[in-house]
Structures are given as C-alpha cells and as structure tokens.
C-alpha cells in the first residue's frame, strides 16, 4: 500500500514551471482519526460480516513525509489527515458499495532552491488553480506560507461512489474496486486487517517503505 504516491494531488505538470481524521464511541478503544500522527491498528481477530449498510463512524489516512523529487529536487509531500463520511454497504452475495464525500488534507514542502522567481502565493496557486473554487465546496483549496522555502497545506474534496466484490478470510478483508473509478478511500489498494465485534467493524492496514510508513483505519457502524 502506497497511501502517499496514490493520494498527493500535487501534479509535476501543474508545477512544471517552476525552477526545477477523534476518538469512537464503541468498544474499539482506539482513536481512529488522523491528527498528523499515524492511524490506529486494528487486530486481526476477523468474525463473520454481516450484511448490511453501516455508517462511517472514524476514519483515518496518513503517510509520512515522502521524496517528490519529481516535483523538484528536495521537496517533500505527505497525508496529514482525512476526513471521510458516507455509508458501507455489504451484500449478502459477498459485494460492496461504498458512497461518501472525502476531504483530503496534504503538505508540500519546497525548499528555497526550488524557489527561484516563484512566491509561495504562486505556489498555492498552482496547487489549487481558482477554477475548482466555482464548486460548492470548492473541488480543492491551498495555503502556503514562509520565507525563502515554502510550506503548504492543500485540501480536495471528492465524492465516491464505488462497488465491487469483498472477502473475508483469516482475518484479512480484501475490497476489489469493480467500477474503475478512482477510490480515493483507499480501501482497495491492499487487504486490511479486520475485527468485528457486535455492531461494528474495525479495519486498518499499514506499510513501511525505504522513507517512512503510510496508513488507513476506518470504524463502521451497522445502521
């Protein structure tokens, strides 16, 4: 799982010209919200999925800093935090849908030998071009700060409307995206470790790369 490569949203083309998730109410006693720090870790004790609809009641997606040397040499971006709602629905014929709305929150640093004849007001700009504000919410917005170097934080609202088929083994949850539509949940980028436990549904995964660790972990509700 590559959480950080799969969701920054800071596009080499738009800077080519440039110089170069609080704590559940449940008996998962973890915090399943991002907060700049890594996301929780679920047990694998796996249990049987009942089928239903069930409500996103935490969800969590985070990555350590990573290379963006394709950016420009030096720079740097990562997952902060997530915001995700919506709903979960398993059927009784091992399929799935998931709809919601997500905010995605990510950081670029640029340090100031990428810099050069660039403020980080045109940064931001680049980042988030005033045409995707005409939405309600807007598509994504940017804010970057500093002297010399530049800091950023940029957020993407997306709407997600996938299905497809699960499994359920050995404590091991497995979603395959059948709608080829771009899941930014993540979800189905690799399998996750699950534990039921009455009316609920915990899940995470994590992985550990050459730069740093990425991770999801999300609590679901049987409505």
Partial sequence: MKCAGRILTFSIVALS??????????????????????????????????????????????SDPTSEDGICQGATGSVSATNLTGTLAFSDMAGYTLEGTQTIYSLLFMPASCMTGTTCSDLAQRLAPSDTANTSPPSSTASCSGTGSCSCMKAENTIIDVSGHYSALDGALTFTNLTNSNDTSGISAAPLSYCVSGNQIAMSATSHGGTGSAGIAMLLTRQ
């Fill in 17 to 62: 010209s440039l110089s170069c998730g609080g704590s559940a109410t449940s008996g998962f006693a973890q915090d399943f919200h991002s907060d700049g720090g890594a996301c929780a870790s679920v047990p694998a004790c796996g249990g049987s999925i009942t089928p239903g609809t069930y409500t996103i009641s935490a969800f969590c997606e985070h």
